[in-house]
């Protein structure tokens, strides 16, 4: 069976900085006409899945594809917060993703800032007496549950994943985006109008390429918007009930989330702007229309939040795109048209421990050592 998905692309989208940096580059190279094992998208998980196919199989051909530069997406646009569950909460044999992220970073030696101290639940009913936030937010918010979890810093993951893997021998081509793909007897990549044929390829575009993972209209690209303030001093902090470096997000409406970065920023997130189609990304300006108003909101809750926010400069201002499927619960499957093409992601923004996680198992499901999990019946069978 023969069938073509197309991936159309635009603009650089302007989605704002966020405090770190990406330190990967790719070496320019000429794009092999066959590999073992194609990976597109290089965030988290086509990252993670590309080092560990290379950690398992050294001798395999493996290379990544990445439409713009490692990081472009969701993953380098992050918060950084690491959370057990998925977004549908545990699924059937889904494992412990902390643990997992843990051994897999241990293991290709990424260093990330990786902390696990817990993360906090925040509400404005059910507040613990000794709650260490007490926050204005639409009613005292407070802390009601401690949860497994913590943080990483997501530009030194994304880099290290990407060292991880070149170190191991992978290919990583930057700005080199997978225009279509054709499905023969063995899956054919289209990047820059020449074919590249790989014995199994990993979809890992997230809320991008919809057409050509096969989400088009099964999932819903949104985009989601965070700030950084500038450097506070560690009295600061502690008076906002975070000096021991817990995440947090509410349990309750508005949602607000935010985490310490690097000990003294502190970095907000809140706002989906909703999109008729994930082309709207690239297009997407976090200085004009919906999203400017969703930060000036977030920037004014923030400083509302405690007498210690009151006139803290707000240092960076960004956003990114999230991926909601089907009852919320990540994809992992086979592509409808063809069995050698998984496709994996859609994490509703819970994907920093996830994507690493799933795509480790991604890699050893390329290599035949797993199975993919069943989460969902099957792939849509094609028309
Ligand atoms: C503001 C914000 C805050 C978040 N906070 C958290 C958090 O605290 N905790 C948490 O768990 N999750 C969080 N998330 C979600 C998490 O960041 C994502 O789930 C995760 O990064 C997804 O990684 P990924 O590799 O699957 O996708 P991405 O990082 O989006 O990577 C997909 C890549 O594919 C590339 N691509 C697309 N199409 C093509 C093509 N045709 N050819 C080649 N390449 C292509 C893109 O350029 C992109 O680089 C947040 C997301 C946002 C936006």
Partial sequence: MGATLSASRGQKPRWGLP?????????????????????????????????????????????????????????????????????????????????????????????CDLTLPGVFEIGRHGVMPNSPIVWNDSGTLGVTREVPGGTIDPGKMLSGLAQAASKRGALIFENAPVESLTTEESPILNVHGKPVRARCVLLATNAESLELSGLSGQAQPKFTLAVATEPLQAEQISSLGLAAGKPFYTVDLPYLWGRVFHRNRIIFGSGLVHLEDWRGLLTLNVAEGHPAELLADLERRVHDLHPVLRGVRLSHRWGGPILIADKWEPVFRRHAYHRDVIVLGAYSGHGVALSVYLGAWAAEAMLGKRDLPHWEDNANAPD
């Fill in 19 to 111: 405090p770190w940096t990406i330190e990967f580059h790719s070496e320019p190279l000429a794009a092999p006409e066959e590999v073992d094992f194609a990976v597109v998208g290089g965030g988290f998980t086509g990252l993670a899945a590309t080092a560990w196919l290379r950690h398992l199989e050294p001798n395999k051909r493996v290379a990544l594809f990445e439409a713009s530069h490692i990081g472009a997406g969701s993953s380098g646009h992050t918060g950084g917060m690491t959370i057990s569950e998925t977004a549908a909460g545990g699924l059937p044999g889904l494992g412990d993703a902390l643990a997992g992220l843990s051994r897999i970073l241990r293991e290709l030696e990424v260093r």
